[in-house]
């Protein structure tokens, strides 16, 4: 790669905060805008902003437009999880003839549950000749792009099985938090209801998985419970007393009338003692897969979303998922 | 895909009738050729030769010329692991309009081995809009896709290290004499001298690692060591005293001015306790990843192969490494 890959920040909430500063830190990539709606980061300084020691001579502006009509190869998108709430950002992007890798959740895999809204936006990457495309840890490698992978050297495949167990003790308040560490049960149960306790994505991975793979699967469902406290526990930031509700555990199931072909947890909790990813193959050969400790959340995310500017810059047009991106670590790019 | 793949395969020893049979099984695909030089196969009906019930309709030739110039649109390349050996086949193939996967270890990477032979089988590929491609298990999978898959969700990698323990005891008698299962330390000795024990690919799966994560690697070196049996083993095949060879050690180390950063082992023995295939980057996040048992090689191998065709056939035409397709197991293609 001989000229530097030129990038505009769309989203600068922790993780897009996150990678704006690893980018800022890779050789081959420059950061020419920045667009975020939050009046207390707009006009600032994109360098100072993120914490650099330096400023990167990029200010922070809501003015998504005129930030895309700059030259650029790639937006990094980090908004909102929702694709029905970015879709315009998105087409924006598209329409101003920018690739885009993004961290919303729902544009991982969204063939099943947007099929339309999947079309349109493939027909805008197609029309500019640019790839849009969404990734991150979970969904877009840990319970996806991971065993699409380890799936390579079976000869048949009849269930996959992934479990994901997040230590929450060693995160930030606001992830304890936002798993409902500390609540009753019924406060619990009021959050997810009200639709606050709900880690997005894996009904994403399990079409992602089902389809990458050919297995039939014709319904996806997802279950949201509490993880209670047998014994306090006790992190930097909250004390959880037994019966208390610990963290989630959030459980999605893709079957075939009935039977099931595929089986995705999610538990994350504080106090959870064994940590780790995990994924069942069940085919021939059978395998087994584990990361002991888990993969980190934050560092991976921002990990995954920077690796892949360069493979979704150099990637055929159209709305692409991680089964079409040779996913990689580059360290200049 | 409403029509199928036509395929010819090219070479008839065991793993490519493994994989012959693989593909016979899938709706997607169609045996169109086959060719061997063995005088034992040549003119057989290649169903009864790979053990089906059924005839396939296609009989086994030695005449390579007359079988490539049939329509299809990849052929499977099962005949041997040197590069030098294999270039004129491969070249044929590709001046035939085929696209080409093959089990040649050295094909898997050849850029650091054969800078001038790699341009050119790439110019081959390219002026006949095909795709060369050479995958496996090892390499193919383990000790690079895998790793390069992993690393996709590091912000920094400073290295990489791979083990694959193989417990040679499961294995075919073929291979525990291959690995120097029964000999003394001396014979082995003169079996490694003599090229005859020796696992090819190591230094492609560390080329591939180093270039493709970015990583600078000036060097890579490789050695050979027994592994000898401290207890009695015992395998349905054969007997290894005390003292024997119960098998081979082989290490490469990718090395930039002295420094490792890349350190692939292999440990194929008899008795061997606790086979798995286990990767380690040491980064941020630092990151471990461990296939308890190991991914199995016969098996594997033939997977990884028949799991690429459909990828392949699609591919951007040229020289491609798994660094370059997003590999991945599909039930009907």
């Known amino acids: 790669m001989t000229s530097r890959i ?9 993780i897009g905060a ?17 667009i975020d709606i939050d009046p207390a980061k707009v006009g600032k300084d994109l360098g100072r902003l993120i914490g650099l020691d330096n400023e990167l001579g990029v200010r922070v502006s809501d003015n998504a437009q005129e930030v895309l009509s700059r030259e650029a190869e ?13 879709k315009d950002q998105l087409i924006g992007c ?5 690739n885009v890798v993004s961290t919303c959740e729902e544009l991982s895999y969204p063939f099943r549950k947007y099929p339309e809204l999947s079309q349109e936006l493939n027909r805008h990457a197609v029309d500019n000749s640019v790839t849009l495309h969404g990734t ?13 992978t380890l799936s390579s050297v079976c000869q048949q495949v009849h269930g996959v099985r992934i479990t994901r167990v997040v230590n929450a003790s060693l995160r930030r308040l606001p992830l304890q938090k936002k798993v409902g560490a500390g609540m009753t049960e019924a406060e619990f149960k009021a959050e997810v209801s009200a639709g606050r306790i709900k880690h997005h994505g894996l009904p994403e991975s399990a079409g992602l998985i089902a389809d990458g793979m050919g297995l039939t699967v014709s319904d996806i469902t997802e279950s949201i419970e509490p ?9 930097d930031h909250l004390k959880v007393e037994p019966g208390q509700v610990a963290g989630v555990r ?25 940590p780790a990813d995990t994924i069942h193959i069940d085919g021939v050969p ?17 990990a995954a979303v920077v690796n892949s500017i360069a493979l979704v810059v150099k990637a055929e047009p159209g709305l692409k998922t991680v089964a079409d991106i040779p996913v990689r670590f580059h360290a200049s790019f």
Chains 1, 2 share one sequence.
Do not use: W
């Open 6 to 14: 030129r990038i505009i920040q769309y989203g600068l909430g922790p």
């Open 18 to 34: 996150a990678i704006a500063r690893l980018i800022a830190a890779k050789p081959g990539a420059e950061l020419v805008g920045a």
């Open 74 to 86: 790639i937006v990094v998108h980090t908004t909102s999880s929702y694709l029905g709430k970015v």
């Open 94 to 98: 598209l329409n101003a003839g920018h």
């Open 136 to 148: 991150g840890v979970n969904p877009g490698f840990v319970m996806d792009k991971l065993a699409l």
């Open 227 to 235: 993880v209670l406290a047998i014994d306090p526990v006790v992190t």
């Open 250 to 274: 959030q459980v999605c199931r893709g079957t075939d009338n009935g039977k099931e072909r595929i089986y995705l947890e999610l538990r994350m909790y504080v106090g959870a003692p064994d």
């Open 286 to 302: 059978g395998l087994s897969l584990t990361i002991p400790g888990g993969t980190h959340g934050d560092l991976a995310t921002a």
